[in-house]
């Protein structure tokens, strides 16, 4: 089975920096787009960044903008998310999936992506 497994997670104070990745092991998804969400204690999960097979074009959610850079290694099969300037919203539970297509179809939306990691907990204190 796929296995997506993210780290990189922890305690952070506002204006800190941490660095996700996302490292995908028993397949190999370099065609594939992939991308970053979060979800917050009582919230829907979010869309947050996400970049198409050959890193030709990312996409960003407002709230992380000019913060957040997505990349990838297709040769480690790993997928990166730095995080700068981290405010106290953006705690929660980081996932990282891969998409259906190469390219970037509707990445804001859950259902175009097919495998999930289970996340890894960011906590920004105030």
């Known amino acids: 089975q796929v296995q997506l497994v993210e780290s990189g997670g922890g305690l952070v104070q506002a204006g800190g920096s941490l660095k996700l990745s996302c490292a995908a092991s028993?397949?190999?998804?370099?065609?594939?787009?992939m991308g970053w969400f979060r979800q917050a204690p009582g919230k829907e999960r979010e869309f947050v960044a996400a970049?198409?097979?050959?890193?030709?074009?990312?996409a960003y959610a407002d709230s992380v903008k000019g913060r957040f850079t997505i990349s990838r290694d297709n040769a480690k099969n790993t997928l990166y998310l730095q995080m700068n300037s981290l405010k106290p919203e953006d705690t929660g539970v980081y996932y990282c999936?891969?998409?259906?297509?190469?390219?970037?179809?509707?990445?804001?939306?859950?259902?175009?992506?097919?495998?999930w990691g289970r996340g890894t907990q960011v906590t920004v204190s105030s």
């Open positions: 028993r397949g190999t998804f370099s065609d594939n787009a």
């Open positions: 999936a891969v998409h259906r297509s190469s390219l970037l179809v509707r990445p804001t939306e859950t259902d175009t992506y097919y495998y």
């Open positions: 970049i198409s097979g050959r890193s030709f074009r990312s």
